[in-house]
């Protein structure tokens, strides 16, 4: 049987993908997209956000299932605001130890719901190995220690000195290394800054190792990071950034004796995590919340929430969660938001229905499950109010999304992933959040909304016995997964 590996690359977009194969500038992505089938419009999770999304890759179900919400969001039962580290200066004031016990604790082993299984459990459950290399999200059957690093050790008064989860065959950067990793040199590429190894040339390193040694596992998923922190500061170099990691992946191709070995050892399948949209230079292209919500009091930042506080801002760069006191705050702030348009989408729950609404209209949109009109994944939705909210069209009974793609189902999956009154709003093209000490992209790249712009993403499938049903989304590639090990049953074969 092959093995899987699967390359997470993110904020790689199709159409960067292409041209840079076009221009000769990506040899491995040539090579692999030649030899594979190839989907440039696969459909991503809700809000675009790494942390939600590699949930949603591990688990195979959009975050009203699994139950991470975003990046950063706020836990209306234990009144805390969740950072899995966004921003120098929100982790300073939310304080280090609770943000670092966030992203490498609470995430997997609290924040993850247990109604799911991870792709990691359910391969070793059927008694094959998984593998994950610097992914965020990596619960599994496995137990591994916490290497801090002296400073954070100490800022962290050891709370971190609990052992994590993961598959057989994990590491975390140096935070987290299994014996088999310590062969691998240490140099610039883990140093503090680069991000304890959480990079491009580390991963590579530790993927080449664990294969040399005899020791792959039947499924590794490999997280490469760096594309992501290029585009956002200098988008126009997108060709450039991605023929960088096109590097890494040759040193990856190379460790083989003919790149053509590879694939008929592994099925090779390579997807994104969302795309960025560049934001326009002028100040006005960041949208200021706090001076729009200037008739509200809001949560300051490092303090604890109290009880009268009107609203709490959970900045996802070009999405935020606001959450409301109660529901007549909550209708306050949309009538607060709708006037401007450069806020695009603003939906909320009611019982069982979301309502949206978009800035500098007055037009309603409700939507809920279990209705009469199929989407193209055969969910049924009940509609009320004017579909042009999200651009939704009508083929006989059936919905089409162009503009926000598989809006329904994302919108649901992110409003439906946590408790509380809360408001889930977008930036329009160009545009960002503004909220106080977020990290913002003037000029640069950003993203987070439900635009098709930040939520289409390649998926190269090279070397694998099936083909992925389309319309392909993010959330399939689990049991495509499965299904290339011989674990899960390929849809049509039951
Ligand atoms: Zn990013």
Not at 262 to 268: G, I, K, P, S, T
Not at 279 to 304: D, M
């Amino acid at each position: 049987m092959k093995k899987v590996i699967l390359f997470l690359i993110d904020s790689m977009m199709p159409d960067v993908l292409e041209r840079c194969i076009a221009a000769k500038k990506a040899p491995g992505l040539q090579f692999l997209m030649e030899r594979s089938q190839y989907i440039p419009d696969c459909v991503t999770v809700f809000p675009t956000m790494t942390a939600s999304i590699d949930c949603s890759l591990i688990t195979g179900v959009y975050p009203d299932v699994h139950k991470i919400p975003g990046l950063v969001w706020y836990d209306t039962e234990t009144r805390q605001m969740i950072n899995y580290i966004n921003g120098a200066i929100p982790v300073q004031k939310m304080g280090i130890a609770h943000c670092a016990s966030n992203v490498l604790f609470d995430l997997n082993e609290r924040h993850l719901s247990r109604s799911v299984k991870t792709i990691h459990e359910v391969v070793e459950e059927n008694h094959l190995v998984s593998g994950s290399i610097n992914v965020i999200a990596h619960r599994g059957h496995k137990k591994h220690k916490v290497h801090m690093p002296p400073m954070l050790d100490a800022l962290t008064s050891f709370q971190l000195r609990e052992k994590v989860s993961g598959p057989t065959i994990m590491s975390m950067g140096t935070l987290v290394r299994p014996d088999l990793f310590r062969s691998v040199a240490w140099d610039m590429s883990q140093s503090v800054l680069k991000g304890y190894g959480i990079n491009d040339a580390f991963a590579i390193d530790q993927l080449i190792e664990v294969i040399r040694s005899g020791k792959q596992p039947h499924f590794t998923l490999v997280y490469l990071p760096e594309n992501d922190h290029k585009l956002h500061k200098s988008p126009q170099d997108a060709i450039q950034h991605l023929a960088e990691v096109d590097k890494e992946l040759v040193r990856f191709l190379d460790s083989f004796s003919s790149w053509e070995q590879m694939l008929e050892r592994n099925v090779c399948i390579l997807i994104s995590d969302h795309g960025q949209t560049v934001i326009g230079e002028g100040e006005e292209h960041n949208i200021p919340l706090e001076r729009l919500l200037s008739g509200f009091s809001i949560h300051a930042i490092g303090k604890v929430v109290a009880p009268e506080v009107d609203v709490v801002i959970c900045n996802n760069e070009r999405m935020a969660y606001l959450y409301a006191k109660d529901p007549d705050t909550l209708k306050g702030i949309v009538e607060a938001l709708v006037v401007d348009d450069r806020i695009d989408v603003i939906a909320w729950r009611e019982n069982e229905k979301i309502i949206v609404r978009k800035g500098g209209t007055t037009e309603v949109l409700r939507f809920w499950r279990d209705g009469t009109y199929p989407d193209a994944y055969g969910v049924k939705w009940g509609i009320e109010g004017d579909v042009s909210v999200l651009d939704v069209q009508f083929d006989g009974e059936q919905l089409l999304f162009d503009t926000y793609p598989d809006a329904f189902s994302r919108l649901y999956g992110s409003l439906f992933s946590q408790s509380g009154h809360v408001i889930a709003i977008t930036a329009a093209k160009g545009y960002e959040m503004l909220s106080e000490y977020f990290p913002t992209h003037l000029g640069g790249g950003s993203h987070g909304s439900l635009h098709k712009q930040d939520s289409l993403i390649p998926l190269l499938i090279a070397g694998a016995k099936h083909k992925i049903g389309l319309p392909a989304r993010l959330v399939d590639v689990k049991d495509f997964i499965l299904c290339e090990l011989g674990i899960a049953t390929a849809p049509g074969q039951q």
